[in-house]
């Protein structure tokens, strides 16, 4: 597990992550809602970071971002499956859902 430290830097690194990937997709009308809602989901999950990391309860935690990365990779089969969507998207997208799975490749 990482330190305490560590962790509220990656954490606040994924939070801003996760934030731009949604300003940048609520800024394109043609989103598809699918892609949209785990975008959203992921958002609101975030925001809830400081109530998750005061528990300091390293099983909760890793479900935690073990329940993220599964809707990361849902908004990564969106993306795919939604096809020429513009580079920004895919690219917000792809970053949010490659900080999700390291965070969750370091806390296992």
Known sequence: MLQASEMQKR???LQ???SEASRTLHADATIPKDLMKCVDEL???CKSAKKV???KDDGRIRQWIDDLERIGDRAE???QKAGSL???IVNAV???HSELSDLQRQLH
Do not use: P
């Open 16 to 18: 801003q992550t996760v």
């Open 86 to 88: 513009d580079t920004r």
């Open 11 to 13: 954490f606040s690194h």
């Open 53 to 55: 990391m005061s528990t």
């Open 94 to 96: 792809s970053s949010m």
């Open 43 to 45: 958002d609101n999950e």
């Open 77 to 79: 089969r969106a993306c």
